[in-house]
């Protein structure tokens, strides 16, 4: 007889391991980090709620660990472009500002940047300030329109988030 643990175990690490590590998921984000696995991530998140060992916010559709006050919404941006790699990455973890987080896809680092508008030259100062060890930088805007007002090195795209759908668009810098 196949035990919970054994039909459940892995896939129950690394959701326990993603909301500490990330702190506020959505759903729908879960399920597509899991893909071909939504019914029994959907099991294990139900039960995970059961157990106390994560919270649903039903009103803003959000699990979490109880640890931050508040949604980081940059860093839920930057988990829906993680999930357009998830088929092609082997690890990503959150990190320190002013990447969002990082992942490893194809045998290559990428990092996940968050641009507010209006912060265009603090974020490429922060950068500025610390050794380049990504290989790849995905760098989301709010604006299309703010690609122009940024100088980021290493860049090979930018993007836009759909924060509803996960939709994301995009951009080379010419």
């Not at 760098?139 to 090195?153: C, F, G, N, W």
Request: aromatic share 10%.
């Amino acid at each position: 007889m196949i035990t919970r643990e054994q039909i459940y175990g892995k896939e129950a690490a690394d959701l326990l391991r993603n909301i500490t590590t990330y702190h506020y998921i959505r759903h729908d984000q879960f399920l597509r980090l899991y893909p071909g696995k939504e019914d029994k991530i959907a099991n294990l998140l139900s039960f995970f709620v059961k157990q106390g060992r994560m919270q649903l916010d039903k009103k803003l559709n959000l699990y979490h660990d109880g640890t931050e006050a508040s949604p980081d919404y940059e860093m839920l941006a930057a988990i829906w472009v993680l999930t357009d790699f998830i088929e092609r990455a082997d690890y990503h973890s959150s990190t320190d500002f002013p990447t969002k987080l990082i992942f490893i896809a194809d045998g290559e680092l990428y990092e996940v940047i968050y641009v507010m508008p209006g912060n265009e030259t603090l974020i490429e100062h922060a950068l500025a300030q610390q050794s380049n060890d990504a290989e790849k930088r995905l760098v989301i805007v709010e604006d299309s329109e703010q690609i122009a007002r940024l100088t980021i090195p290493d860049v090979t795209a930018y993007c836009t988030v759909d924060m509803d759908t996960g939709a994301i668009q995009y951009y080379k810098q010419e």
